[in-house]
């Protein structure tokens, strides 16, 4: 699935993951008004995904929709190699930016939750960044970004947010060895922490929930919560030349919630 102009090698191209939907979404469009083509996954809803292709290419940008489940790892060799494929189809070798975006929620109190609930949190939020990030280092180029999604529940601890919270503290973790380890490549590693955003994630529970929307308003400094065009141009933003000295760094995008 793929859109747009042909692109030149010197086109900066983006992986991100979860693009289909919600803050992923919004940053590959994003990307693309700034004139960065985007290789994005998306798990099962590939006519959502082909709307976001056709919104790249309102913006004149390439963009080509790979389906993955970021939870199993048995799938990325195959899918790296899609990658691969999707670089030459774009016109070039390596990829500029990555985007760890893809995730799933969960709202259940500890002493309720599953091994199966806990594992599955794990395999998506952390082992699948983990090694995904890991197949496609060889194909990043040197002086490259990588931005990994977090949250503001790892700052702000809300009943029931324990495991997907925990997970999130593990990429924030992995945020600061990648860019020491990577340090040597040039390539600036940073995670982004929205807050509570208007989106289908949780089903909607801050988009569609009145009562809940406003009670993020009233602990959020701006008063109201947040919206995905208040992230993906944050995103897009931090992935510029501008922002090259900013590394291994928390940045939370929320309004000032909970200070």
Do not use: C
Not at 82 to 100: C, I, K, M, T
Not at 167 to 191: D, F, H, S, W
Not at 196 to 209: I, K, L, P, Q
Request: aromatic letters at 6%; zero cysteines.
């Amino acid at each position: 699935m793929t859109a747009g102009k042909s692109a030149g090698t010197t086109t900066k191209i983006a992986i991100v993951t979860g693009g289909s939907r919600g803050l992923g979404r919004n940053t590959v469009v994003h990307l693309a008004k700034r004139g960065v083509s985007s290789i994005f996954t998306y798990r099962t809803n590939q006519a959502e995904a082909g709307k976001v292709v056709g919104l790249v290419e309102e913006q004149g940008q390439q963009a080509i929709a790979l389906p993955l489940d970021t939870g199993k790892v048995s799938e990325f060799d195959p899918f790296v190699k899609r990658v691969w494929e999707s670089l030459a189809q774009l016109g070039a070798e390596r990829f500029d930016y990555l985007v760890n975006n893809a995730g799933t929620s969960n709202h259940t109190p500890i002493e309720q939750t599953t091994e199966e609930e806990l594992d599955g949190l794990y395999n998506v939020h952390f082992k699948g960044v983990f090694f995904l990030t890991q197949k496609l280092l060889p194909l990043i180029r040197d002086g490259g970004r990588i931005v990994n999604i977090s949250s503001g529940l790892t700052r702000v601890a809300i009943p029931g947010s324990a495991s997907y919270a925990s997970m999130k503290g593990a990429v924030e973790v992995l945020t600061r060895y990648l860019a020491k380890e990577l340090g040597p490549r040039q390539i600036r590693v940073n995670t982004v922490a929205p807050g509570a955003v208007e989106t289908d994630f949780s089903g909607g529970m801050v988009r569609d929930n009145p009562e809940i929307n406003k009670r993020v308003a009233e602990f959020t400094a701006l008063g109201r919560a947040g919206l995905p065009d208040d992230i993906g141009p944050m995103i897009a933003s931090l992935l510029a030349e501008d922002n090259r000295w900013v590394n291994a760094q928390r940045i939370e995008v929320s309004g000032g919630m909970a200070i």
